[in-house]
């Protein structure tokens, strides 16, 4: 297509491309030289770009030195801030210096006024030597006087000698002589005493002389003014310095009396923190004893007796380390207190009174006394008249809250002792010294059959009763007590409280046990029958420890049905009750073995945790039961559950059951039947684990119950029956036996057969369900 194309273009085309070829080139010139101008343009401004750069350059170096110099001038300010510092420094080590130069000057001027003082001193006695030098040159004068006088007179005596001589009366002149020497001996002393004086006197001179040389270098010397100039100049910086120091020592007296009215703030803080720390102490051990309450933790409380004439020996070394400590053997025992031999009865009551109000609530509680004989066990419980022990002041203070809170309370007694392994009621002196049984009743409770219960009108009745009873149990001397006690005595007050407000009945049981105390047959050194009792009493305690042992080991079996008194114990010990040990130690150093003993077996107790419920009376919570069903479609089946359902576990099932049909999408009675039995099956499950101590009747009690329930399901026999089963696999079951008309027994039987082989399908299941499945079992039910 090229080619061709090429081939016709004609030559006007050609002539036209010239032309414009032509304006094309002239164009081209055109902008060539617009381009040469603006290049030359540019160049100028190139030029003048070049000398704008120059001039920034210059700026810059301009602008560089200026900043070199402000960085220098920056140094130069760092380092005046740094002199600034230093100066502030110098001024300050300045400062210290002129105030330790104050105090110096301030020591040196006590020192040259004690010099000053010194000195004045020194010319006191320089004036009294001269004094002395007054009295030497009188004395030389005397002493020339006397030379002369003697000169005269040994003179005399010459020329009266010579007189005599020559008169020949020798005899006469010899006696006037005699006279006149003994004149000269009397005028020769005063002189030789004075003469001894001076002597001393110069001697002094000397003395101070050196002193004064010694004081101050040499002796003043007028004419010395260089040294003059020197000392003044000397003590005017002396002076000066004397007075810097004593402003400083004003200073610090006014500090150091600041600091007095600080320490004496201080030490007013310090007593109110005291107080504030015991009262601390106090709150922290009421709140840890509230929460070893919830717990339901033994109580251990330790207590010391003083030493009495019995003990013989010297005390043994109890050390009490804290009020929770205490420590015997280089062995460290805690309790929840411990009370010294200075403590009173009252001291150990404010202890208990913790517990009182448990007993208007419905608990049980237990106070019992544990140590070997002659601890003070008894003293502890009983006490004496002038000092009352626990249970006086507890019966008392029971009253006295029953007053204060307008409770409506009644109080039964019972006492019992149980001396060699017999039960003897103490209130009854009629039956003698018949033993009693121990039974247990269908809530688990052990009782003693046919004891005495008196309902007690007041205070002064109940305290006679228990004078009374005391004054029952066996006593008797031996070699570690005078009055020991040789049985254990259990009193026991049934408490019912009705609260006008709440409606509610609450019944407690308050055991209070004195224990008979372990002994050593040799150390106690008994009579026949004495050893008997204590090989009973020894055998009990041993059972009590057995028992100890075990619940603090958390064993799987708990031996209370050794002995009577264990048994009897049983729900202080890991059961049903509020308890609280008192463990007596003697301090004898005799009896440092037992003492320990009772001091381990007092440890294992305090690990042992109790279950303490409120009792409530069933009564009430019957009739509140039937108000319920009362509003209730199902009443009256619900009503037979709760007439024949008489444990408290059971009671909760029948509140679930009741709960459980107020959700009215819970209608559904197989999803009934499912709930009760797993809350049946769990009641079981507690039932056992509580009452695992042997409890055999218990048991089957609690296996009866359930068989009814089972029962009354398969056969919808009655009310609860025709409730609860409604499936049709009982239905047919029903319709399956009523058709084989066997007899009433065989039926049962047959049944129970069935029952035990479901009823153990049923435990399999429950067992192996966690609590956690089951409830979302429930849930589902609920949905369902
Ligand atoms: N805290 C105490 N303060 C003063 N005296 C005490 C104290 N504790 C005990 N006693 C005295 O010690 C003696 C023995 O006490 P107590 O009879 O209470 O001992 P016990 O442990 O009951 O002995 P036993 O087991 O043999 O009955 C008594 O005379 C008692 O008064």
Known sequence: MSYSNKENIDDTQILIDQDEVLEFVKQMKMMNKQFISQIKQLIREKEEYKFLIQELQCQLQRKSDQLQQSANYRQHLYRLLQLESCRSNYEEQVNRLEAELKLNQMVFQIELSQQKQEIVDLSDKLKSTQQGYSTTVATSFLQTSFNQKQDSLFKDSHTLESVGQTEGDQSIMSNKNKGQRMMLKIMQDPITNLKKQKELIKREITQWQDEFLRKEGRPPSFNDKQSISTKFYQYTILKKQLNDRSTIIQDSTDCKNVGVQCNLIDASQIIQMQELLRQKTHEIRRLSFQLEDLKGKVKVYCRVRPSNSSDKLKDCEVQFIDEQHISLK?????FDICFNQQSTQQDMYEEIQQSLQAIFHGFNLCIFAYGQTGSGKTY????????????????EEIYTYIKRSNLECSIIVNSLEIYKENIIDLLNDQQGYQSLELKENLNGQVFVQNLTNIKVQNMHELMNLIEFASSRRKQGLTEMNDSSSRSHMCTQLIVETFNKITQQKFISRVNLIDLAGSERCNKSRLKPNQLEEAKFINKSLSALNDVMIALSTKSSFIPYRNSKLTYLMRDCLGGNSKTIMIINISPSFINLDESLSSLQYGSKVKQITNQPIKNVEPAEQLKKLQKVCSQHDESADLFYICNNLNTRSEYQVVQILIISLKLKTFLKKQRLLLLMDFRIHSYKKSYLKTRRQGSQSRCSIGMTQYSKIIFARQFGKD????????????????????EKQINEQDRLQSFKQKWKTQSLQLQEQMVYRSFDDLLQEYYQAIEY
């Open 330 to 334: 280089q062995k460290i025992f805690n």
């Open 719 to 738: 009310e609860l029956g025709q409730l609860l089963v409604k499936d049709q696999k009982h239905q047919e079951l029903i319709q399956q036996h009523q």
């Open 380 to 395: 502890t419980m009983f006490g004496t008249k002038q000092q009352p022990g626990v249970i006086p002041n507890l019966i």
